[in-house]
């Protein structure tokens, strides 16, 4: 079995800063890539961001030279660092991890439960 645990989501005014947390623990031998996803009110989920295990990084449009995502591979922990926060950032922000679990090595996904980032003032 396989936890995917985010945190780090809030209410904030525009313009400031806020950093999410992505933790994913349980028996898997590795951790082939992880996401950021959003979803904002009454649309679909949306990719924010990426990073493989080889550190590639892949950034949506809106979220280009505001967000980064980096990785702590030792704790299976994944960031994204959110500067510049806007009103139209406000959403449910979701982690998505893909494992490598089982005696065949294949990659599995997993989704965390979300937690909401809000820009207001």
């Known amino acids: 079995q396989v936890q995917v645990t985010e945190s780090g989501g809030g209410l904030v005014q525009p313009g400031g800063s806020l950093r999410l947390s992505c933790a994913a623990s349980g028996r898997f031998f590795g951790i082939h890539s992880m996401a950021w996803y959003r979803q904002l009110s009454g649309k679909e989920r949306e990719l924010v961001a990426s990073i493989t295990g080889g550190g590639t990084t892949n950034y949506a449009d809106s979220a280009k030279g505001r967000f980064a995502i980096s990785r702590a591979s030792a704790e299976n922990t994944m960031y994204l660092e959110m500067n510049s926060l806007k009103s139209e950032d406000t959403a449910v922000y979701y982690c998505?991890?893909?494992?490598?679990?089982?005696?065949?090595?294949?990659?599995?996904?997993?989704w965390g439960q979300g937690t909401q980032v809000t820009v207001s003032s």
């Open positions: 998505y991890v893909e494992v490598i679990i089982g005696s065949r090595r294949l990659p599995y996904s997993y």
